[in-house]
């Protein structure tokens, strides 16, 4: 069974420049997740679809990012302008649904904005 | 204070030692709850899923959670150089926000030969 599926793996951009990540979830899972990691913590959600809805976006920035799930499969995440506290690790996780919510990760994005 | 505190370590043991790692949480609501170890530059990697209270084990894993402490553990027996990793606490709660994790900013560990 291939794992979820993020690109590009590395982005490195000038701030104000905006910034489009994608993600393909593992076959057959309903729910995706976008996390933000910091350096040296844990991930944070920022938005939770269950199939091409939005269920939970209250952690997202909605001044600067923006996220969709078209069809209800893949989901692009992107920021737009980027700024310089941006920089980290995003990564996407997949559910089959959410009651069984075991989160399988991508292995990430890491993003450096100068 | 967050909600998941876990103490980053970095924690340094030899190849066949007991590791413990464990977490605190505030939240009562916390119902499942799970390890994640995370190597450099990848993904978590979900290592063990617990529901309410009690202990799992898995090969040389085992976890353990006390709801009356609010405290989550994991043991690491025979501990393998190949185990030097960051692990992550992460929980959730039940309700409309069933399926956000909190995690913990993570236990870095080292198993030197």
């Known amino acids: 069974e291939a794992g979820v599926v993020q690109s590009p793996r590395y982005k490195i951009i000038e701030k104000k420049q905006p910034v489009a990540f994608w993600c393909n979830p593992i076959?057959?899972?309903?729910?995706l997740y976008w996390y933000l990691q910091n350096l040296g913590q844990g991930p944070e959600l920022l938005i939770r679809?269950?199939?091409?809805?939005?269920?939970?976006d209250s952690q997202l920035p909605k001044d600067r990012f923006s996220a969709e799930r078209l069809k209800g499969v893949d989901s692009t995440l992107k920021i737009q302008p980027a700024e310089l506290g941006d920089s980290a690790v995003y990564l996407c996780?997949?559910?089959?649904?959410?009651?069984?919510?075991?989160?399988?990760f991508g292995p990430g994005t890491r993003l450096t904005v100068l | 204070q967050k909600e998941v505190e876990q103490d980053p370590g970095p924690l340094s043991v030899p190849e066949g030692a007991i590791v413990s790692l464990n977490c605190t949480y505030s939240?009562?609501?916390?119902?499942?709850f799970m390890w994640y170890r995370q190597y450099s530059r990848k993904g978590p990697e979900l290592l063990m899923y617990?529901?309410?209270?009690g202990n799992k084990e898995d090969g040389r894993f085992t976890a353990q959670v006390d709801k009356s402490s609010k405290y989550i553990s994991l043991f690491i027996r025979d501990s393998q150089p190949s185990d030097s990793a960051t692990y992550l606490c992460?929980?959730?709660?039940?309700?409309?926000?069933?399926?956000?994790?909190?995690f913990g900013r993570g236990t870095q560990l080292t198993v030197w030969p």
């Open positions: 939240n009562s609501a916390f119902q499942y």
């Open positions: 679809y269950e199939n091409e809805e939005a269920v939970d």
């Open positions: 996780a997949s559910s089959r649904d959410q009651i069984n919510n075991e989160q399988f």
């Open positions: 617990t529901y309410s209270s």
């Open positions: 076959s057959g899972h309903n729910t």
């Open positions: 992460a929980m959730s709660d039940r309700g409309s926000t069933l399926g956000r994790l909190y």
